[in-house]
Antibody, heavy 128, light 113 residues
Framework: QVQLQQWGAGVLKPSKTLSLTCAVSGGSFNDYYWNWIRQTPGKGLEWIGEINHSGSTNYNPSLKSRVTISIDTSKNEFSLKLRSLTGADTAVYYC???????????????????????WGRGTSVTVS | DIVMTQSPESLAVSLGERAAIHCTSS????????????LTWYQQKPGQPPKLLIY???TRESGVPDRFSGSGSGTDFTLTISSLQPEDVAVYYCQQYYTAPYTFGQGTKLEIK
């Protein structure tokens, strides 16, 4: 059974950098997308970004200038860095596995994500 | 960004009765190239991460009880619980995967009447 275990600092000062890591155990690393999502009482659920096993990333434009998602396939881990923190970054941060669907359209092969089926337990991050 | 709007914000339903939660998107979520609607439903209970219930608007995730069903196409979608059980008390979210950023609805809180 696939499990995601996430860890990282929970209290950070403004202007610092958030670093979280998510370790994947019990399943394939190559056939999925790997996501970070955050949740606040005010803004609800916000998708931060995704990465695949090749290291190709896709970020939420609202955070793109401050976010880096990276992957270490040798350890089956992926990580989030969020720079220049403010109080607005206070949230519960989740890592999650994204289901990947592939299909041909003409001569081109496309990959889409269509749902997140395994989630980490969440890390509460306070910026203060 | 595609805006996802859920209604109602909260809902109270008697045990055994039907519950319906609606989700509308600001753009169509239908991919004509593969005939799929990129709309997903999650259930979240207090202190837990979201749980995947339904993807492609109407496909139930493995292990999800068949009292949960999804319907709709384009911009209008519905999650229906046919006979509400005590364990269904939760907040329900829709999410679109048509284009990044993959945006969520604001959530619908489902309670027992």
């Amino acid at each position: 059974q696939v499990q995601l275990q996430q860890w990282g600092a929970g209290v950070l000062k403004p202007s610092k950098t958030l670093s979280l890591t998510c370790a994947v155990s019990g399943g394939s690393f190559n056939d999925y997308y790997w996501n970070w999502i955050r949740q606040t009482p005010g803004k609800g659920l916000e998708w931060i970004g995704e990465i695949n096993h090749s290291g190709s990333t896709n970020y939420n434009p609202s955070l793109k200038s401050r976010v880096t998602i990276s992957i270490d396939t040798s350890k089956n881990e992926f990580s989030l860095k969020l720079r220049s923190l403010t109080g607005a970054d206070t949230a519960v941060y989740y890592c999650a596995r994204g289901l990947r669907f592939s299909y041909w359209s003409g001569d081109l092969l496309y990959y889409n994500q269509y749902g997140m089926d395994v989630w980490g337990r969440g890390t509460s991050v306070t910026v203060s | 960004d595609i805006v996802m709007t859920q209604s109602p914000e909260s809902l109270a339903v008697s045990l055994g009765e039907r519950a319906a939660i609606h989700c509308t998107s600001s753009e169509s979520l239908f991919y004509s190239s593969n005939n799929k609607n990129y709309l997903t439903w999650y259930q979240q209970k207090p202190g837990q991460p979201p749980k995947l219930l339904i993807y492609w608007a109407s496909t139930r995730e493995s292990g999800v009880p068949d009292r949960f069903s999804g319907s709709g196409s384009g911009t209008d979608f519905t999650l229906t619980i046919s006979s509400l059980q005590p364990e269904d008390v939760a907040v329900y979210y829709c999410q679109q995967y048509y284009t990044a950023p993959y945006t969520f609805g604001q959530g619908t809180k489902l309670e027992i009447k």
